[in-house]
Each structure stands twice: as structure tokens, then as C-alpha cells.
């Protein structure tokens, strides 16, 4: 493959058009122009729409879970239409197709959600019974469990979608990533950042990820000039806890690493979907045994989990 990318022979990022997806891709781009040494023309941006952008009008459950964002990206990246894909790591299955891999990451954002409201309140200050729109089977069954009195609605779409079904009056509150708004230079967004003690995220949330091909040695070496390493070793501990416990876009499951020193510690639960149980564990480990750690906590939480904890994952 060419490694001697300029305006004639641009180096082609494949994304999702979203506007988060997007300023991901820029960021991409920035900093293997800065790595490179390479003009702006040295890369042309590839937009490619996945089923999950096409479909919005159901939850992601039901039209197959988290490949929906990244199927039709990995399949250019494989016939050669692209030479990287740029995804949100939250939106990753465990596992890549083969021909593929991804194994550079760049500098995590803020890992907490956002909770949204047009007049900037706190969960707390909802009034009982209000209506809150999230898509997000992990939100929706971590708010059930604090707060059941809420009603629950399914809301898809961008930041200003949501916000506009807000203003519509659809729901009280809805939940972003912290990660989305900051990328997006989204300050007037009313928000109130989670503490990861009241609403542990995403596995990977605030998280991007490069994919290249797996045979291109050459885009290996030029990926491993912007790879942030403190990333990747936190996302292998949550990457092998979500994959221990079978996690999709069907799984309510939340999952944090975070690095001390030469240590790595690690915190997940599990939830029914309805919020009626939750459990949780935590460990940790010297950072190179994040992994084994990860898979580690996953086992434990499958241990712990009464009888018919999984039902719904079976019925899924």
C-alpha cells in the first residue's frame, strides 16, 4: 500500500457524517499532519452512511446492535475505498472482522454523561413523573434504578435533534456524552456533568479509535505516531470486561479504567434493563494485566448474577 500520501494520492479517513463523527475525523486528521508533516489536501475525508444512520425511528435493538454504526465503514476499509476508518470506541464491537484491526487510539475525553435539561437542572430537581429521553438501554436502566418514578422514552438523532425535541416539549431531560459536547465546542448546551459515582459510562465513552487493515504494516507505523497509550490500556480492561459479559446495544453495562501510577483499577456493574437489580464490582491490577483484569471482573459479575438475571439477554 502507498505510504507516500500528498493532494495527488490523499490518505482517505472513512467516518460516519454525523457532527461528532466528523470532528473526529478533523481531529484525525490534525494530528497526522502534524505527525506527518503533510498539508490538509494530503487527506481527503470519506463520509459513508451506516444503518444505524439510516434508521431512526426504532431503538438500535432492534435493527441489530452495534455493528449498525460500523459495518458499512469496515466493509470499504477491507475492499480498499478507504485507508482508516475513524469510529467512536463506545460504538465498537469487541470483535473486528477478520482482515482488520484496530489498535490506535487517540487522547480520551471527559468520560461522564451529560445530563441535559433546558434550564440546566439536576436529576434530582425533575419533578415525579417526568418524561426523560434517552436510547441508551445503560442510561435508561441506571436512571430506573435511581429514580423509577421517571418515564422513560426512546430518543434518537444529534445533539440538535434532541435538543429540538426538547424544546418540543417531548421530554424534560436527556442524556449526551460530555465527550460529544466538548468535541463539538457545544458550550451553550445546558448541562450537568455526572460524577462516574452517580452514572458509571460507557465502556470506551470519550474514547476514538483508529481502524486500519490488518496486512498494511506500513499505516501500522503511521498510526503508532499519534497513539495515546494511557488510552489504550484503560480500553483493553473495559474492552475485555464488555466482551467477557457478551455486551452489545443490548446489554445494560457500565464500565470504567482508570490509571494510578503503575496501577490500573477498574469498576463495572451490570443492570436489568428495568433498573430492578444492579450489580457491581471492582478491582485492580498492574497496568499491563488490565486485560486479564477486565475479563476477570466480567466472570465475576456472571458468577453473581442470580437465576434469570440474563433472561432478556436470551430473548434479546
Request: net charge negative; glycine share 12%; proline share 5%.
Amino acid at each position: 500500500m502507498p505510504t507516500d500520501f500528498s493532494p495527488a494520492r490523499p490518505l482517505r479517513i472513512g467516518t460516519r457524517g454525523s457532527p461528532l463523527a466528523l470532528a473526529q475525523a478533523y481531529e484525525t486528521r490534525g494530528r497526522l499532519m502534524a505527525s506527518m508533516d503533510l498539508p490538509e489536501a494530503a487527506f481527503e475525508i470519506v463520509v459513508i452512511k451506516t444503518t444505524g444512520d439510516r434508521v431512526l425511528d426504532r431503538p438500535l435493538k432492534e435493527i441489530g446492535g452495534k455493528g449498525l454504526f460500523t459495518r458499512e465503514i469496515e466493509e470499504q476499509l477491507l475492499d480498499g475505498s478507504i485507508d482508516i476508518a475513524v469510529h467512536s470506541m463506545k460504538d465498537m464491537p469487541t470483535e473486528q472482522p477478520e482482515g482488520l484491526l484496530l489498535d490506535t487510539y487517540l487522547p480520551r475525553e471527559d468520560v461522564r454523561d451529560a445530563f441535559v435539561s433546558l434550564d440546566g437542572g439536576r436529576i434530582a430537581d425533575l419533578a415525579e413523573g417526568a418524561v426523560v429521553g434517552t436510547s441508551s438501554l445503560r442510561r435508561r436502566a441506571q436512571l430506573a434504578h435511581r429514580r423509577p418514578d421517571l418515564t422513560l422514552v426512546e430518543f434518537r438523532g444529534n445533539v440538535q435533534t434532541r435538543m429540538g425535541k426538547l424544546r418540543d416539549g417531548v421530554a424534560a431531560a436527556t442524556f449526551l456524552a460530555m465527550a460529544g459536547l466538548n468535541r463539538l465546542g457545544m458550550d451553550e448546551v445546558p448541562r450537568t456533568a455526572m460524577d462516574t459515582d452517580e452514572m458509571l459510562p460507557a465502556v470506551a465513552q470519550g474514547a476514538i479509535g483508529i481502524e486500519r487493515r490488518a496486512g498494511d504494516g506500513a499505516m501500522g507505523d503511521i498510526l503508532s505516531a499519534i497513539h495515546d497509550r494511557d488510552t489504550g490500556l484503560r480500553l483493553a480492561a473495559e474492552r475485555a470486561f464488555l466482551k467477557t459479559l457478551d455486551g452489545s446495544c443490548e446489554t445494560p453495562i457500565a464500565g470504567l479504567a482508570e490509571l494510578e501510577g503503575g496501577t490500573l483499577r477498574l469498576r463495572g456493574e451490570i443492570l436489568r434493563p428495568d433498573g430492578s437489580d444492579i450489580l457491581v464490582e471492582a478491582g485492580e491490577a498492574p497496568l499491563e494485566d488490565g486485560a486479564a483484569l477486565g475479563a476477570a471482573l466480567g466472570r465475576a459479575l456472571l458468577e453473581r448474577a442470580p437465576d434469570g438475571f440474563f433472561d432478556w439477554r436470551a430473548a434479546g
